[in-house]
Antibody, heavy 121, light 110 residues
């Protein structure tokens, strides 16, 4: 079965840093584009960024609110996706989900259950 | 303000049909595929539609989608109380080089 498990969330002060991890299993992780999506309290889903597969160049893309502060990376040897978050703001408080792009052979995508990041003094 | 515009809420009675609109532009919906998600608080979002019209395995035919120009529509027929959730449209924007989520639409089944 496909599983995505996020970890690394917690409470951090404004200006601080946090690294989220997303452990993947049950599919060929290295071949799949991966996304981070967040949901701020009382708000809708918001795309954070994406990393393509290495064969597609490992290309990165970020949403405007996080560009220059957040960095996505992947370790295909560990089947793990990362989100390094620096210069955190109170507005970054959210549940962060990792998600695959649609896997054509599965005709579906997959999501983790999310990890909560709280930025507060 | 989301670049993809959805109505904040829609409602209909059980058994009825409801449509949820998603308005974008020529750099996103007008150019690329659209996806639709169903999201219940505290759970992972569920993919309902991908590549504008396609349904993942296990998604009933009650859920369908269409696109015309820079607008997309999700239709749900035979509404059930279990359909109460937030619904989001998603598309890639070539000008922003970013994936966009609509603001979300809360469906109430009266």
């Amino acid at each position: 079965d496909v599983q995505l498990v996020e970890s690394g969330g917690g409470l951090v002060r404004p200006g601080g840093s946090l690294r989220l991890s997303c452990a993947a299993s049950g599919f060929s992780f290295s071949n799949v584009y991966m996304n981070w999506v967040r949901q701020r309290p009382g708000k809708g889903l918001e795309w954070v960024g994406r990393i393509t597969s290495k064969t597609a160049g490992g290309t990165l893309a970020y949403a405007a609110p996080v560009k220059g502060r957040f960095t996505i990376s992947r370790d295909d040897s560990r089947n793990t996706l990362y989100l390094q978050m620096n210069g955190l703001k109170t507005d970054d408080t959210a549940v962060y989900f990792c998600a695959t792009e649609v896997i054509i052979s599965d005709k579906s995508d997959y999501w983790g259950l999310g990890t909560l990041v709280t930025v507060s003094s | 303000q989301s670049v993809l515009t959805q109505p904040p809420s829609v409602s209909a009675a059980p058994g009825q049909k409801v449509t949820i609109s998603c308005s974008g532009s020529s750099s996103n919906i007008g150019k690329d595929f659209v996806s639709w998600y169903q999201h219940l608080p505290g759970t992972a979002p569920k993919l309902l539609i991908y590549d504008t019209y396609k349904r993942p395995s296990g998604i009933p035919a009650r859920f369908s989608a269409s696109k015309s120009g820079a607008s997309a529509t999700l239709a749900i027929t035979g509404l059930q109380t279990g359909d109460e959730a937030d619904y989001y449209c998603v598309a890639w924007d070539s000008s922003l080089s970013a994936r966009l989520f609509g603001g979300g639409t809360k469906l109430t089944v009266l």
